[in-house]
């Protein structure tokens, strides 16, 4: 006959680490990259008794992750698109007040200079007019210069926010590389302590707020990551560890910016890096910064 007591201890000892995986759920709940963790549980080997088998109860197989790979993925690239905006709007808006105000903007200056000519034209011999129309063409040389060093400006601060945005982006390599050797001790993702997992996840997720990433994550959870569109010979994060990733700026005022791969070593070119904050960055430079220098 079946133990009665022993299925009873085994139901009441699964649902009590049912009961602390859903209390380690609630405290964990404002925890950054936490996944909601689950039981999976299991029959246990049924007795043999002469012709039949009877069943002895169930245990925990593992602890397992609420984890949707294609939503993951989802969010990933909305939060690449929606982070290369930002850059964007926010040094544009720079730009845009610099124009808009009337002490600073180059209208104010031309209205002054047409005036003084329209002025002069009436009366070409009035020597009071012609100071006054050499003083407007000065003000409006002058606010040419100051509207080029503003926007020089701006470019030098787009390009220290890509420098420190790549800082960032290999930090998060580095770790994410780091993370890879430690989820290299299994060979099966199922197996893998869901902390690491959910340390991953939260990586990758970060890495994409930076740029579109390609990540590949093979049976053992392991990721391999590289800049979309990029070749194999640049991706920067695999199994091994982690490689820096840098920019080069063209010296010509071209607006060219180059992201490269092992600056200090191969120095290879990755092409062009899209979406993210580091998209976002670049194309300000070539499509808004570079275009606007050239007119002013």
């Known amino acids: ?34 996944s ?58 720079k730009i845009l007040n610099y124009l808009g105000s009337e002490n600073t903007s180059l209208s104010s200056a031309f209205d002054k200079f047409f005036s003084s000519l329209s002025r002069l034209s009436a009366a070409p011999s009035n020597a009071t007019l012609k100071q006054d129309f050499l003083a407007s063409s000065e ?21 220290a926010e890509l420098e420190s945005e790549l800082n960032k982006l290999n930090e998060y390599a580095e770790k994410l590389g780091a993370l890879n050797t430690s989820l290299a001790k299994h ?10 997992l959910d340390q991953r996840d939260f990586l990758m997720l970060e890495m994409s707020k930076l740029a579109k990433i390609n990540f590949e994550i093979d049976d053992a959870g392991i990721v391999t990551a590289g800049f979309q569109g990029s070749s194999k010979n640049t991706v920067f994060v695999d199994r091994l560890g982690s490689t820096a990733v840098g920019v080069q700026f063209a010296q010509d005022n071209s607006g060219q910016t180059g992201i490269v791969f092992d600056p200090f070593g191969e120095a290879l070119s990755v092409g062009s890096v899209q979406g993210g904050s580091l998209g976002g960055l670049i194309n300000l430079r070539s499509n808004i910064i570079e275009p606007l220098r050239a007119d002013v």
């Open 187 to 196: 060979s099966k993702e199922s197996q893998q302590p869901s902390a690491l």
């Open 139 to 159: 003000y409006v040389a002058s606010r040419f210069a100051a509207t080029s060093a503003e926007i020089n400006q701006v470019d030098n601060d787009v390009k």
């Open 36 to 93: 909601k963790q689950t039981i999976e549980s299991s029959e246990n080997t049924p007795s043999k008794r002469g012709v039949y088998y009877l069943g002895n109860g169930s245990s925990m197989q593992r602890t397992g992750r609420a984890y949707d790979q294609f939503a993951e993925a989802n969010l990933r690239s909305a939060q690449s698109n929606l982070a290369s905006q930002g850059p964007i709007i926010k040094h544009t808006n």
């Open 1 to 34: 006959m079946t133990d009665i007591l022993s299925i009873g201890a085994s139901a009441a000892q699964l649902y009590r680490q049912a009961l602390a995986t859903v209390s380690n759920n609630i405290a964990n709940l404002n925890t950054e990259g936490y």
